[in-house]
T-cell receptor
Framework: DAKTTQPTSMDCAEGRAANLPCNHS???????VYWYRQIHSQGPQYIIH???NNETNEMASLIITEDRKSSTLILPHATLRDTAVYYC??????????????FGQGTILTVHP | NAGVTQTPKFRVLKTGQSMTLLCAQD?????MYWYRQDPGMGLRLIHY???????AKGEVPDGYNVSRLKKQNFLLGLESAAPSQTSVYFC????????????FGQGTRLTVV
């Protein structure tokens, strides 16, 4: 799986958009970008994933650059409940990563009132 | 639906004791996983299963055994607990076709003294 690099921490004001970047410059053509988050004392929660097109669901939007070497998770209107550690994961649907998710250190997002 | 349920939520063991952590899911998922989470280490995969009766080693399998006798249950065993196994343990499950969109339990906080 490609290695990912995320900032250690970020701040965001409540009601504003939170933009969380992830670098995955060694991503290969069959690897997807997945985002999870973990709120304090809870299990991780799946947010969204994508291959090369931008994706949106009820929780967030995912913007993947054209060369696929980086992506940004966007929480359009952050709330205090969005304070969490956000993980960017790159993995493929088969090969050695089959059935496995590898979590890195993630980005600690703190949403302020 | 209960989703993914872990039992127990908290446990204190003495060094050398054994115990079994139970994970149950009611979503008819094929894949199940056990992770441990330690401060500064992120989530690390211990063992996983891609179907009833199958198990495979993850990143940190030593000192643990697992069994998947029923599709809905995935058991994690510690035969002789060590202080190094003090951690928060998370179970997760997913559909085969969407294996990277995993649902996580709330965690088991284990302390070995």
């Amino acid at each position: 799986d490609a290695k990912t690099t995320q900032p250690t921490s970020m701040d965001c004001a409540e009601g504003r958009a939170a933009n969380l970047p992830c670098n995955h410059s060694t991503i290969s053509g069959n690897e997807y970008v997945y985002w999870y988050r973990q709120i304090h004392s809870q299990g991780p929660q799946y947010i969204i994933h994508g291959l090369k097109n931008n994706e949106t669901n009820e929780m967030a939007s995912l913007i993947i650059t054209e060369d696929r070497k980086s992506s940004t998770l966007i929480l359009p209107h952050a709330t205090l409940r969005d304070t969490a550690v956000y993980y960017c994961i790159v993995t493929n649907a088969g090969g050695t990563s089959y059935g496995k998710l590898t979590f890195g250190q993630g980005t600690i997002l703190t949403v302020h009132p | 639906n209960a989703g993914v349920t872990q039992t127990p939520k908290f446990r204190v063991l003495k060094t050398g004791q054994s115990m079994t952590l139970l994970c149950a899911q009611d979503m008819n998922h094929e894949y199940m996983y056990w992770y441990r989470q330690d401060p500064g280490m992120g989530l690390r995969l211990i063992h996983y299963s891609v179907g009833e009766g199958t198990t495979a080693k993850g990143e940190v399998p030593d000192g643990y055994n697992v069994s998947r006798l029923k599709k809905q249950n995935f058991l994690l065993g510690l035969e002789s607990a060590a202080p190094s196994q003090t951690s928060v343990y998370f179970c997760a499950s997913s559909y085969e076709g969407r294996w990277a969109e995993a649902f996580f339990g709330q965690g088991t906080r284990l302390t070995v003294v």
